[in-house]
């Protein structure tokens, strides 16, 4: 048998193959037209298919024609996380009279650094210039020493090495480390500051039914002094007002122990809060954190609707109590999965989103009291800047993050297969990340962006960018305004659609076709 198989040729056997695949998608496939139609070619397709993106990442698209993050952004990241030159030279070629384009104003005469200055020792030193929980006389006062931290993102959602990674990174560029919602996990515990999160699933401080336990995050924090505030997420920019659900597949012994579930059990995250659901009851929760564990606790949201916002800043005046910081994320998305609808069309983007908020609390007179955080795409020294002159404090960032550290936008953060490691629970891709080297990167890549943020700032004059003033940010628009809701852009107001509640829906005899009504 062994000599007979020897002695047929290669082609042979390929042609045998051939035959076999051909017999397969005629007769025994049906689940795909293609290679139902067109057996063995129709393979090719589905192969072309599936390298389309690295094709035209690589090959197709120019400098500044991708998304999220074009070629340019993306290698400027790079070469700021390695101490490459990140220069460009012949001048720019961006559109500059491109919708929305920024433009710094600079001083006829820039900022002069005086000898002795902090500046003249550390290039890249920009503290936050407010004090998380001055106003509210927390015990445990903090203030950020860095105006750029990493984003809220999940060990989990990202593998232990790039969390690691992250968390040794701030810890040498003096940032912070936002947990995410997935709980505190021994990653994040390796000298970098943190902001302790958690969202709806209330993972590392949940009760047994499912809520937040109070004792469990009072514990947390006394048992962790890394964690320097605690920030509770109302949303996020990839899908606000959406919950989720971690499969039992997922769940390791060591997922379950971090995230107070059970091993195997799927885990629901629901849309809404279970330890809230009022804005007086945010704003009791808030106080109740605050009092028990004596550190800044802060509030995350999308934006969208702002009656709520304007609810809560009614309340906040009226009581002389509130959040010590609000993160506003915008509705870009991030690293979270989200389905097409919500990260193309739900919540406002950053720039519109901030703004609506920052009135709700300047028109108060209340911008004082909080420590706003800007997350939506901000981790550029020109958009920073931008960023600041709206009112901005400090600035998160989560794909930028993950970009220093070795991220090449593969989009495929939701499949457990990102190629670098990164976003990915595979043991095998996770080892390609030296956690040494790549700390080393993300505290370059933020030292590089505070110090030419710096440089930009002296440009315009200033010593801090909290100096900042909106007329020192030019941007192109197309009229006179940024945008219109629908009843300004078509000119009429839809007819209210009667509703009494879906209850009465479910209850309609003629749900589904029940019931026929005949005439007699």
């Not at 690589?58 to 790079?78: D, H, K, M, S, T």
């Not at 605050?290 to 009581?319: F, R």
Request: net charge neutral.
């Amino acid at each position: 048998m062994i000599d007979f198989i020897t002695s047929i040729s290669w082609w042979v056997w390929l042609l045998i193959i051939i035959v076999i695949v051909a017999i397969r998608d005629i007769f025994f496939q049906r689940s795909h037209t293609i290679s139902h139609n067109f057996p063995i070619v129709g393979h090719f397709r589905y192969w072309l298919e599936s390298i389309g993106p690295e094709m035209r990442q690589y090959f197709v698209a120019n400098n500044r024609e991708e998304l999220p993050f074009n070629r340019i952004e993306r290698g400027w990241i790079y070469a700021s996380a390695k101490k490459e030159n990140n220069y460009e030279g012949f001048g720019t070629d961006r559109d500059i009279y491109a919708h929305h384009h920024i433009f710094v104003k600079n001083q006829m005469m820039a900022y002069e650094v005086p000898a002795e200055h902090p500046n003249q020792i550390d290039t890249s030193f920009v503290p936050c210039a407010k004090v998380m929980g001055a106003y509210n006389k927390r015990r445990k006062l903090y203030r950020p020493k860095s105006v750029i931290n990493v984003s809220a993102m999940s060990f989990g959602s990202l593998s232990a090495a790039a969390v690691e990674s992250l968390n040794k990174g701030v810890a040498k560029s003096d940032a912070y480390h936002n947990t995410g919602e997935g709980g505190l996990s021994p990653y994040h515990k390796q000298g970098g500051d943190v902001v302790f999160h958690f969202g709806t699933g209330y993972f590392g401080v949940r009760s047994d039914e499912g809520s937040l336990s109070i004792e469990k995050l009072k514990a947390l924090v006394e048992n962790n002094p890394c964690i320097k505030a605690i920030e509770i997420k109302l949303s996020q920019g990839a899908k606000p007002g959406k919950g989720g659900v971690l499969p039992g597949a997922k769940i390791t012994p060591e997922l379950a122990e971090i995230r107070g579930v059970e091993v195997g059990k799927d885990v629901l995250s629901p849309a809404t809060h279970k330890a809230f659901k009022t804005i007086p009851e945010l704003l009791q929760l808030i106080e109740k954190i605050a009092e028990e564990t004596g550190l800044p606790v802060g509030i995350k949201g999308a934006i969208g609707k702002i009656d709520q916002w304007e609810q809560l800043a009614d309340l906040m005046l009226k009581t002389g109590k509130g959040p010590d910081f609000i993160t506003v994320d915008g509705g870009e998305g991030g690293t979270g999965a989200a389905p097409p609808s919500f990260a193309d069309h739900v919540s406002l983007p950053w720039v519109y989103g901030f703004s609506s908020l920052y009135k709700v609390f300047l028109n108060r007179e209340l911008t004082d009291r909080i420590v706003f955080i800007g997350s939506g795409k901000l981790g550029f020294p020109a958009k920073a800047a931008m960023a600041f002159a709206m009112g901005v404090d400090c600035i998160n960032v989560a794909r930028e993050a993950m970009m220093s550290i070795g991220c090449i936008q593969a989009q495929v953060c939701h499949t457990n297969r990102c190629p670098t490691g990164i976003a990915t629970q595979n043991k095998w891709l996770q080892n390609g990340i030296d956690v040494p080297l790549k700390s080393d990167r993300l505290a370059q890549y933020f030292k590089s962006f505070r110090k030419e943020f710096l440089e930009i700032t002296h440009a315009a004059g200033y010593e801090h960018p909290c100096q900042f003033h909106m007329e020192d940010i030019q941007v192109n628009v197309d009229d006179t305004d940024m945008n219109r809701d629908l009843r300004s852009a078509y000119k009429y107001q839809k007819t209210p659609v009667p509703f009494n509640g879906m209850q009465e829906l479910y209850d309609c005899i003629f749900l589904g076709g029940k019931s026929v009504i005949t005439n007699k």
